[in-house]
């Protein structure tokens, strides 16, 4: 069985920090995918970032920056200098064998001007 | 270049009776899936769609199903509503058929309240 476990919540920071989300996740299988996505107050689910679970190369996209270990099975997500408009509810997933995605619970991401 | 779309956006229903949802893939996709999201959760698979056929189930009851098109649109029926219904539907669309990698996109979502 796949699980995802995001246990913030909630965080709540001032505009300028930075501020990371962190996923951990637990699979029996060997070759799999990791996302996140965001999700603002409209409802839509916008894609970041796919990692598969053979490149644990970090990745840095502008302000964005994701870190994966494998030996601690987590990936965590990164915002630096933080804006207003990155406040929305961020979700962590992961795919395995069975093909079907799970979805951790998701961090509500406040920033505070 | 269109990204999924969701018809309708908000739907008011009735305890027993049934909804049908719309999907449309983004340009280029053939693969449609469908979310549940309750109120503070993640997204809950209910199933995917390939080549009209339904290839992935989750853990829903068989009141929730669906069709494909072939213009690779989709539907998602509910029969005999519950108030637990009430939620957020995602509809989401790759371009892989389905495969462990594929990047899925999502639409805006349907709001479904049952009364």
């Known amino acids: 069985a796949q699980k995802v476990t995001q246990a913030q919540t909630e965080i709540s920071v001032v505009e300028k920090e930075d501020v990371t989300l962190d996923c951990v996740y637990e699979t029996r299988d060997t070759t799999y995918y990791l996302f996140w996505y965001k999700q603002p107050p409209s409802g839509e689910l916008v894609f970041l970032i796919r990692?598969?679970?053979?490149?644990?190369q970090n990745e840095i996209s502008g302000r964005y920056s994701w870190n994966f270990q494998k030996s601690t099975s987590s990936f965590n997500f990164t915002i630096t200098a933080s804006q207003v408009v990155d406040s929305a509810v961020y979700f962590c997933a992961l795919k395995g064998g069975s093909y079907i995605p799970t979805f951790g619970r998701g961090t509500s991401l406040i920033v505070h001007p | 270049d269109a990204g999924v779309t969701q018809s309708p956006t908000h739907l008011i229903k009735t305890r027993g009776q049934q909804v049908t949802l719309r999907c449309s893939p983004k340009?280029?996709?053939?693969?449609v899936s469908w979310y549940q999201q309750a109120l503070g959760q993640g997204p809950q698979f209910i199933f995917q769609?390939?080549?009209?056929?339904?290839?992935q189930r989750g853990n829903f009851p068989d009141r929730f199903s669906g069709h494909q098109f072939p213009n690779y649109s989709s539907e998602l029926n509910v029969n005999a509503l519950l108030l637990g219904d009430s939620a957020l539907y995602l509809c989401a669309s790759s371009s892989q058929g389905g495969r462990r990698g594929d990047t899925q996109y999502f639409g805006p979502g349907t709001r479904l309240t049952v009364l």
């Open positions: 340009s280029g996709h053939d693969t």
């Open positions: 769609y390939y080549e009209e056929e339904e290839r």
């Open positions: 990692r598969n679970s053979f490149d644990e």
